[in-house]
């Protein structure tokens, strides 16, 4: 059974960083590409960046291209995600996904996830 466990959310100020991890077990992830997704208050939960097996291809939403870095480690079980230049929009509970490459290629859907970790807290504060 797959298992997703993150660390590192936390409370910031407009401006700050934070760096989320996570790290994944009991499972095969060669072909999947792992990453994350957001929940804000009274919102759906939404696509927020992925990276191949490989981490040769990285995919961002439009609103942290250039503030977020998605990466993985050499053993392709953990996943980072790099939050630079914060803003209070960015708020939300932050989950961790695995999800076939080809899937993650062409949506960015939370359906095409196979795996959710818990998810962690980041308030940023204006």
């Known amino acids: 059974q797959v298992q997703l466990v993150e660390s590192g959310g936390g409370l910031t100020q407009a401006g700050g960083s934070l760096r989320l991890s996570c790290a994944a077990s009991?499972?095969?992830?060669?072909?999947?590409?792992m990453g994350w997704f957001r929940r804000a208050p009274g919102k759906e939960r939404d696509f927020v960046a992925a990276?191949?097996?490989?981490?040769?291809?990285?995919y961002y939403e439009d609103s942290v291209k250039g503030r977020f870095t998605i990466s993985r480690d050499n053993a392709k079980t953990t996943v980072y995600l790099q939050m630079n230049s914060l803003k209070p929009e960015d708020t939300a509970v932050y989950y961790c996904a695995v999800a076939p490459e080809w899937k993650v290629a062409i949506s960015r859907n939370p359906e095409i996830v196979d795996a959710w970790g818990q998810g962690t807290q980041v308030t940023v504060s204006s």
């Open positions: 990276i191949s097996w490989s981490g040769d291809s990285t």
């Open positions: 009991g499972g095969t992830f060669k072909t999947y590409a």
